[in-house]
């Protein structure tokens, strides 16, 4: 049974920092694309960071580029996501997913929203000005 588990959201100020974790289980985890995507209320949910978690490539998307960073534990079958210098904007459901197959384009399966790809239950990031 495939499982994402997200947890580490939370509330915090505008400028201070939260770091999720994903711990997966129920699949091979290496050598696939992993990510975290994001969905603000009244929002469409978008791709935020991924990585190869084979090479460790990494991918962001322009809003979050130097400010947020995308890691992995291999050894613990974990993805992070750090994030600093919040901003009210980054308020907004963050979940954890996996790309389905193995060997994707990370750079271009992250910018998709794909269904049948593994997905975590998601964790609440919300940002106070």
């Known amino acids: 049974q495939v499982q994402l588990v997200e947890s580490g959201g939370g509330s915090v100020q505008a400028g201070g920092s939260l770091r999720l974790s994903c711990t997966a289980s129920?699949?091979?985890?290496?050598?696939?694309?992993m990510g975290w995507f994001r969905q603000a209320p009244g929002k469409e949910r978008e791709g935020v960071a991924a990585?190869?978690?084979?090479?460790?490539?990494?991918y962001y998307a322009d809003s979050v580029k130097g400010r947020f960073t995308i890691s992995q534990d291999r050894a613990k079958n974990t993805l992070y996501l750090q994030m600093n210098s919040l901003k009210p904007e980054d308020t907004a459901m963050y979940y954890c997913?996996?790309?389905?197959?193995?060997?994707?384009?990370?750079?271009?399966?992250?910018?998709?929203?794909?269904?049948?790809?593994?997905w975590g239950q998601g964790t609440q990031v919300t940002v106070s000005s």
């Open positions: 129920g699949y091979t985890y290496s050598s696939r694309c």
């Open positions: 997913a996996a790309d389905r197959s193995m060997y994707g384009v990370c750079g271009r399966w992250y910018l998709k929203l794909d269904d049948s790809d593994y």
């Open positions: 990585i190869y978690t084979g090479g460790g490539s990494t």
